[in-house]
Structure formats: structure tokens, C-alpha cells
């Protein structure tokens, strides 16, 4: 009360900057509001979000610059088109990209090229006898007297030409009606009337030749088309009742709609402006489902859907605290859990007033909700920096087994480990010390352990008492090394930083660096050469901790492998931290941290994912609130949803206050 002017009785729970969706969000939230499948990736194409104080869901530094507002508009487009049916009505076809044909030819840029008579073709399954249309998208280069002439080819006999007068920037579509059997098919495509006069004054006009974008088979003709996919009968569940029934039924799909993706009842002035923007599209003609289109294009570039924003009754006086509505708590329910929009359910009490008393069975739904598997992504592949492994590079002459595919398993296996913890309500503590991991025969063997095969990730069991809990995984042991070699100042730095809070101070800018040459690590081991660096009394405090704590991991290699020795050095993990105890090798310092600093241990994870929730920076006054949910844990065996309802009962989840200085408010 004297130095903060906090009051834990009278508490201040903080006030979020309104939240633009991140990356994630923002896929995750089209992709449900459309029930688009998870291939359909629009953010990819967006610029990598900012992050602060460990994530990039911090509302105070994910601005929208220009180029990102381009992109909006752009996915918006993406969008639509990839849910609704917005052209003619759809054909029951198969296509197939030049670069998937075989036979004859060249693939380049995805695009089948023939400079010669050879045929092209690809191996279809026809679903029943009928008339179809053989179509042919593709452009030729124009030589000699005469334009490009494709053969179209069914079981190689020739059953069609057609001429391709397109050129390289403006292919076109040329087709054929034709019967096929039921059954599988070859459907070929062949340059008809090769040229090539190598000694034209022209060089343009020497060679022709025929270049295959698209081969399709439509049909069978006569059959009426497939329904609209689920995306577009979901969006259109009702259509014109009558003649000058549109706009009504315009109105009811964009209110709907709209409320979805705003995430709150949309209002009736801005369903209003919606449908302006419905007959502005009807009176040029564009008809019922692309004039409702139109008016749903702004939604997706509105404020109300790109941001997340929480109204309040006096958002200008610091004193004046207040329940976020229950449409804001959904929100920030799912983008904790899910990464992404509230469901039906979650809003459905919202709209009755319901969610806060039930909030606790809602976390638990949802905690079991596939969706859930977000959290390890987005929380853990933060809070445990899995994500820097796709910008690590160690050296391939040295470490010849690591590519992509090992890098992408390691993440698995780490995501996989804190999603089975999540979903079986395991104690936090496991995250240190558990005797079990997910591996599948690739990391198996990666770890030298036998008898796992298969592509597939399963729990297995640690028996030799050299792994244990995310430590020891090779995901946070390469992250936290060098291309070359070890770092124990990394992985102690790490350690302290991510699961005791209790960062190091920042280096002197005037420390040398330890030498990385291969002559200097052959002459003396890696703890010699720390040893000798900490001789300097302004690198001895920094490293007092950070050192022992990471030449405890020096059994590991920069990509996570058990070794006995480095180069011509037998290896010692032993070390002593600057309060005196005395830890050899990875086993003690888990069991360490674990038992003699579980306090700050649970207090860090708590912090992180307490940041996580919110979106913001935890502040003095926060930490009463950190205290209490680390009281429950302890009573509750540490159990993870205990943690997670801790967070999600907590006043800054629950509450939120006006912006300004509370404690200058508050001064007589």
C-alpha cells in the first residue's frame, strides 16, 4: 500500500489495449466462422506479427500497417470465393495440373510443355458411363504457317483436336464432348503439328510448341450439379420468399452473419449499412449471393472482426472497475483455449446471461475440445520457444542426421508431451520431471532408444534416468545451442528465463566472447573455457548460475543426442549454483529445480500463461493474483486445469477498468 497504493481487498485488475487477431487468430476464426478445412491457410500470406513480453498476442504491439490492410482485403477475397459459390453452378469435374501428367514432356512451373508429337497423359477414374467434356487449359508458342493443334486421347486412341491460338500471357479453355466408360481411364493430350525451323530470321517464329496448364474431365453431362458445400448453405440457410423478398432475406443472413463474426449481436445500425452495401451490388446487377458477398467483404475488413475490443460503462476513469460483458468473456475464453472464435455454445450463453456461473464447466469442454491442441501451439510453442526451431542451422558436416523432418518431429514431440498432460489434467510439476515422452521410430532413434516403429508419435516410457520432462527434449537442447556446438550459457539462460523467471542480467558490453575456432574447443574443454571467462569479475556474477545450470545438459549435443564425451574431452556435468547446491548431471538439477524451486517454477508458468491470457504485460498489482492461483495449484496437486481455472477466474480475466493512472486517481 506504501510503495504501489495496491490493495489485494480492493484489487486492480489492469486494462487490455483493444487486440488486433494475430496470424493464428485470424486463421483459425475464418476458418471457423466459414467451416473451411485446415489446408485453407490465408494468414500464410500475412507479415509476421510482432511479439512482446514472449508472445505475439500482446495487444500493444500488433499494429496494422498498410500492407497488412492489403491483405485483408486480399484473404477476404480468398475467402469467399473458397466458401461460397458465387459463379456458375458447379460441375461435377476432376482437374488436373500439368505437373501432375506423366508420359511425354517437360514440367516447368507447374506447366506441362510439348515440343514435340509425344502424348501427355494421366490415369482417371471415371464413376459411371455418360457423356463428359475433355477440357484442355493451355496456351502454345505461335510458329511457322499455322496455329498450335492439340489431339485429346482416351486409352491412346485420338478422340479430338482442337486449335490453341493463345499465346504465353492469356492461355484459354478448349474442349471436346465425348462418351467414356465407367472405370479407370487414360486421358491424354498430344501436339499435333510440331514445327521447328531453327534458321528463321524471327526467333520467335521457330519452334511451336504446346504448353498444358489444366487437363479436366467434366461430367457426366445431363446429371444435375452437387450441392453447394456446407460453407455456402450454411452462410445462405435462407434464400428470396418472393419476389421483393430479397432484401429481407439479405437482412436475416447478414445479421446472423454478422453477429457470428463480430462475435456480440450485431447491431441494427450496422446490419443497416450492410445492406446498403447489398443493394449497391444489386444495382449493378451482380446478383442475390455475390451482392450479399459484397456486404460481407466489409465484415471481414471491419474493426469489429479484425479487432477484439471490450466496452465498457467509464473507460476513462482508472477507479471505475467493472465485469467484461459476457459476449467479451467467450472471447476471451476461446482465444485462451482455441485461438480463435467462441462456438455457438459459448455464445449461446453469453446471449442468455449464463456464461459467468458456468465458466468453469466451459473451460473443462473446452480444455477437451480438439480446438484445445491450439494452446500447445501457440502457448507453448511460445512460452517454450518451439517456434525458433525452423530458424535454427547446425552444422551439416557435423550433424549430418538433421534436417527438416527431425527438426519438425522434435516440435511434435514437445507439443505432444504438453497436450497429454493438458488433456489427462496431469500435475504441471510433469513439465519437469516426468519419466515418460511421445516419440516416434525417427526421434526414437534419434535418442538411441529401440523396439519404437513407425511414423507415428506414441508415449513411451524412459527407463535409463538420462531424459525427463521438457529439459531434456531435443527441441529445447537444439534450440539452445550453437551451429557448432553446445551453449550451456544458452541453455541456462533459458532455464531461468522460462521456467524460474529469473532472467540474468544483461551482459557487459565489454565481456569477450568465448572462442568458437576448433583449435581453441580441441586445447581445452568447454567448462575450461567458462571457467576461464568467468575469471573476469564483471562475467563471474552473470554466469554464477547460468553455467551449472547448463554444463548439467552437456551429455547432450547441439541436436539433443546423448554423448559421453566432446571431441577429446570426457565429459563432467557436475556444478555448484551461487546459493551452494550441488548438482551432476541432468537427473539432480530436475529433481532441484522441481523440489527447491517449485515455488518460482510455478510462479513463472503461471506468469506466462497468465500473459498469455490477457494480452498484456503483468504489472505489480498482478502479483497477488499470480500468488493465489500458485496457492491453488498447490492444493490441488498442481493439477493443469486448475491452473487454467485459475486464470480464468481471476479478476483480470473476469474484470477489467478504466484507462489512466489509478495510482494518481486515487491521491487526495
Not at 500500500?1 to 490493495?7: E, S
Not at 505475439?56 to 490492410?69: E, F, K, R, S
Not at 556446438?485 to 565481456?511: F, H, I, Q, Y
Request: glycine letters at 8%.
Amino acid at each position: 500500500r506504501a510503495v504501489f497504493r495496491h490493495d489485494p481487498a480492493n484489487p486492480d485488475p489492469g486494462r487490455v489495449t483493444i487486440r488486433r487477431l494475430n496470424r493464428a487468430e485470424y486463421g483459425n476464426t475464418v476458418r471457423e466462422l466459414f467451416g473451411l478445412p485446415a489446408e485453407f491457410r490465408p494468414e500464410d500470406k500475412f507479415p509476421v506479427d510482432d511479439s512482446g513480453y514472449g508472445f505475439d498476442n500482446i495487444g500493444d504491439v500488433l499494429t496494422v500497417p498498410p500492407i497488412l490492410m492489403e491483405k485483408y482485403l486480399a484473404a477476404a477475397d480468398e475467402t469467399l470465393a473458397k466458401a461460397l459459390v458465387l459463379g456458375p453452378a458447379l460441375q461435377r469435374k476432376q482437374a488436373f495440373a500439368g505437373g501432375a501428367l506423366g508420359g511425354y514432356g517437360q514440367t516447368r512451373d507447374g506447366v506441362r510443355v510439348l515440343v514435340s508429337s509425344g502424348q501427355t497423359y494421366v490415369q482417371v477414374e471415371v464413376p459411371s458411363t455418360g457423356e463428359y467434356h475433355l477440357r484442355l487449359l493451355g496456351h502454345g508458342d505461335q510458329a511457322g504457317g499455322e496455329k498450335v493443334r492439340a489431339g485429346f486421347f482416351l486409352d491412346n486412341k485420338e478422340v479430338g483436336q482442337v486449335t490453341v491460338p493463345e499465346t504465353r500471357n492469356a492461355p484459354g479453355t478448349h474442349q471436346i464432348k465425348l462418351k467414356v466408360g465407367k472405370g479407370s481411364r487414360r486421358l491424354g493430350v498430344s501436339l499435333l503439328n510440331d514445327y521447328y525451323n531453327p534458321r528463321d530470321p524471327n526467333p520467335r517464329n521457330r519452334d511451336r510448341n504446346l504448353y498444358v496448364h489444366t487437363l479436366e474431365l467434366v461430367g457426366p453431362l445431363g446429371e444435375p450439379p452437387p450441392k453447394p458445400p456446407a460453407s455456402h448453405t450454411d452462410i445462405f440457410f435462407t434464400g428470396p420468399k418472393s419476389a421483393g423478398g430479397d432484401e429481407e432475406a439479405a437482412w436475416e443472413i447478414l445479421n446472423l452473419f454478422t453477429s457470428r463474426a463480430f462475435r456480440r449481436p450485431a447491431r441494427k445500425e450496422e446490419v443497416q449499412r450492410l445492406v446498403q452495401l447489398y443493394k449497391l451490388g444489386k444495382k449493378d446487377k451482380l446478383g442475390f449471393e455475390k451482392s450479399v458477398a459484397l456486404a460481407m467483404k466489409a465484415v471481414l475488413v471491419s474493426p469489429s472482426f479484425l479487432f477484439r475490443g471490450e466496452v465498457q460503462p467509464s473507460p476513462d476513469n482508472p477507479l471505475a472497475v467493472h465485469p467484461i460483458d459476457e459476449y467479451a468473456l467467450a472471447s476471451r475464453l476461446s482465444y485462451f483455449l482455441w485461438s480463435s472464435m467462441p462456438d455457438r455454445e459459448l455464445l449461446s450463453l453469453a446471449w442468455k446471461g449464463e456464461l459467468r456461473k458456468n465458466y468453469q464447466a466451459q473451460v473443462r469442454r473446452m480444455l477437451a475440445d480438439p480446438r484445445a491442441a491450439a494452446l500447445a501451439r501457440n502457448f507453448a510453442g511460445q512460452w517454450l520457444e518451439l517456434r525458433s526451431l525452423e530458424k535454427v542451422m547446425p552444422d551439416k558436416k557435423r550433424f549430418p542426421s538433421f534436417n527438416s523432418q527431425l527438426a519438425h518431429d522434435m516440435r511434435q514431440e514437445t507439443e505432444r508431451f504438453f497436450r497429454h498432460i493438458q488433456q489427462q489434467n496431469r500435475s504441471v510439476l510433469e513439465f519437469l520431471e516426468a519419466d515418460y515422452t511421445f516419440l516416434n521410430e525417427r526421434m526414437a532413434r534419434h535418442y538411441g532408444i529401440p523396439e519404437v516403429r513407425g511414423g507415428d508419435f506414441r508415449k513411451v516410457q524412459l527407463k535409463d534416468g538420462r531424459r525427463g520432462g521438457v529439459l531434456t527434449h531435443a527441441s529445447v537442447l537444439t534450440l539452445t545451442s550453437n551451429p557448432t556446438r553446445t551453449s550451456p550459457v544458452k541453455r541456462g539462460k533459458w532455464v531461468l528465463e522460462n521456467l524460474l523467471g529469473l532472467p540474468p542480467p544483461p551482459p557487459d558490453p565489454d565481456a569477450p566472447p568465448l572462442p568458437e575456432d576448433s583449435k581453441a574447443l580441441q586445447a581445452a574443454s568447454l567448462r575450461e573455457l567458462l571457467l576461464k571467462h568467468r575469471e573476469a569479475a564483471a562475467c563471474a556474477a552473470c554466469h554464477a548460475n547460468m553455467d551449472p545450470i547448463g554444463l548439467a545438459f552437456e551429455n547432450f549435443d547441439p541436436i539433443g543426442a546423448w554423448r559421453d564425451k566432446d571431441g577429446p574431452h570426457t565429459i563432467d556435468p557436475s556444478g555448484t549454483l551461487a546459493n551452494g547446491r550441488y548438482i551432476n548431471g541432468p537427473a539432480q538439477l530436475r529433481a532441484l529445480l522441481s523440489r527447491d524451486y517449485r515455488q518460482e517454477y510455478l510462479a513463472c508458468l503461471t506468469e506466462m500463461m497468465l500473459t498469455y491470457a490477457l494480452g498484456r504485460g503483468l504489472e505489480y498489482y498482478d502479483r497477488s493474483t499470480v500468488e493465489n492461483i500458485v496457492k491453488s495449484l498447490e492444493k490441488d496437486g498442481h493439477r493443469f486445469e486448475t491452473l487454467v481455472l485459475g486464470i480464468a477466474g481471476s479478476d483480470p480475466f473476469q474484470l477489467r477498468r478504466g484507462d489512466g493512472d489509478r495510482a494518481s486517481a486515487s491521491t487526495p
